[in-house]
């Protein structure tokens, strides 16, 4: 079973259903909801998550929502060693090297994200949703 790793926004292009991203995103998440891949989120992530969608929708439901997807969702921890590990890597984008650095560690194959360029340097390849999806099938 293939490990994925789901960035930031490929998270929020779901939760807030941003057009046009999100069909090929919640394919992705319906493969980790279904069992067919495993998924994490980056433990960093979750903070950022649940800050936009509560300007989005609220405390109450932005709760539900990150609760409902850490229902199929493990989260990736990051810690001390990790976040200094970041600052030394050749990713440009510091949150970047951290989600790296998470996937990394829990063994994912791949980071599901929108940004592929931003991983360029990235010892876990980056694929799109949609290119993600078209390959697993």
């Known amino acids: 079973m293939r490990h994925v790793l789901f960035d930031t926004n ?7 259903r941003r057009a046009p991203h999100w ?26 998550i649940a800050y936009i969608l509560e300007q989005e929708i609220g405390d109450k439901k932005t709760r539900a929502v990150i609760t409902e997807a850490l229902s199929v969702l493990e989260v990736a921890a990051i810690d001390d060693s990790g976040i200094r590990a970041a ?8 949150e970047d090297a951290v989600t790296e650095i998470s996937a990394r560690r829990a063994g994912v194959s791949v980071v599901i994200t929108r940004n592929t360029t931003d991983f360029a340097k990235s010892r876990v390849p980056a694929l799109p949703p949609d290119a993600f999806v078209a390959g697993f099938a």
């Open 23 to 48: 069909h090929a995103s919640a394919a992705v998440f319906d493969l980790a909801a279904t069992g067919r891949v495993k998924g994490y989120v980056a433990g960093h992530a979750v903070t950022t």
């Open 10 to 16: 490929v998270l929020l292009d779901i939760f807030l």
């Open 87 to 94: 600052l030394q890597s050749p990713i440009a984008h510091f």
